[in-house]
């Protein structure tokens, strides 16, 4: 069996671009960040939007080296995606590998939820990445 990977990226610092520009800037800041998304990943690669500032990529059939790849490719082109003002927008992603399918898709978007939140506690605009399976879980910050 193949193992299937998701990530989940998160804008850093989102809710200050809506305050400081309104929701107006806020909507088109969402707008490029999924179409730059959408043209970061690989036909077989799922995004989604799941509400907020927190996006979705499904990577099935996918070996952990080509996941984090993918995520290093988004958040590269993500790069220069600027606020209003000209100010650089950082990212935080958590990608998740599984090597059994876990029971439901709310598992997959909590584990790199987690993951996710791990990259922002360790200082933001990063990627961290873990494997869940029969092993014991492998991580890895990049």
Not at 18 to 26: K, L, P, Q
Not at 52 to 77: C, K, Q, S, Y
Request: aromatic share 6%; with cysteine; hydrophobic share 45%.
């Amino acid at each position: 069996m193949r193992p299937i990977f998701s990530s989940l990226l998160d804008v850093d610092e989102f809710k200050d671009v809506n305050d400081r520009f309104g929701h107006g800037a806020g909507d088109d800041l969402l707008t490029a960040i999924g179409e730059a998304m959408v043209a970061s990943v690989r036909a077989s690669d799922v995004v989604a939007r799941l509400g907020g500032d927190e996006f979705a990529v499904l990577m099935p059939g996918t070996g952990r080296f080509a996941a984090v790849t993918v995520a290093r490719r988004v958040r590269e082109r993500l790069g220069g995606v600027v606020t209003a003002d000209g100010r650089k927008v950082s990212f935080s992603i958590g990608v998740v590998s599984y090597t059994i399918p876990p029971a439901c898709a709310d598992v997959m978007i909590r584990d790199a939820d987690a993951v996710m939140y791990r990259a922002k506690g360790l200082g933001k605009d990063r990627i961290e990445s873990v494997m869940i399976g029969a092993q014991a879980p492998a991580s890895t910050g990049a």
